[in-house]
Nanobody, 116 residues
Framework: HVQLVESGGGLVQAWGSLRLSCAASGRTFSRYAMGWFRQAPGKEREFVGAINRSGGSTYYADSVKGRFTISRDNAKKTVYLQMNSLTPEDTANYYC?????????WGTGTLVTVSS
């Protein structure tokens, strides 16, 4: 069983930066890719980006490419989402995700609010 806990959200002005963290429990963290998703009010959850198990490869949605960076520290069982040049369109609850044998695990999310 895996538990995920996101942190680092908050209120930031447009063009500012935030770094989100996702801490995982369990011994299998380093075996799996991790993903970040977000859900804005009234919208469906959308993919933000992902990182492979070693941290050597990352993938991003077009909407965040060049502004967001995902990294991970397997020793700390933590994945990070560095967000730069934030705009009000980035306002959402941000969730980390791990998929193990077809079962998805989610954290409770951390709210990011970007003011104009």
């Amino acid at each position: 069983h895996v538990q995920l806990v996101e942190s680092g959200g908050g209120l930031v002005q447009a063009w500012g930066s935030l770094r989100l963290s996702c801490a995982a429990s369990g011994r299998t963290f380093s075996r799996y890719a991790m993903g970040w998703f977000r859900q804005a009010p009234g919208k469906e959850r959308e993919f933000v980006g992902a990182i492979n198990r070693s941290g050597g490869s990352t993938y991003y949605a077009d909407s965040v490419k060049g502004r967001f960076t995902i990294s991970r520290d397997n020793a700390k069982k933590t994945v990070y989402l560095q967000m730069n040049s934030l705009t009000p369109e980035d306002t959402a609850n941000y969730y980390c995700n791990i998929s193990i044998y077809g079962m998805d695990y989610w954290g409770t999310g951390t709210l990011v609010t970007v003011s104009s």
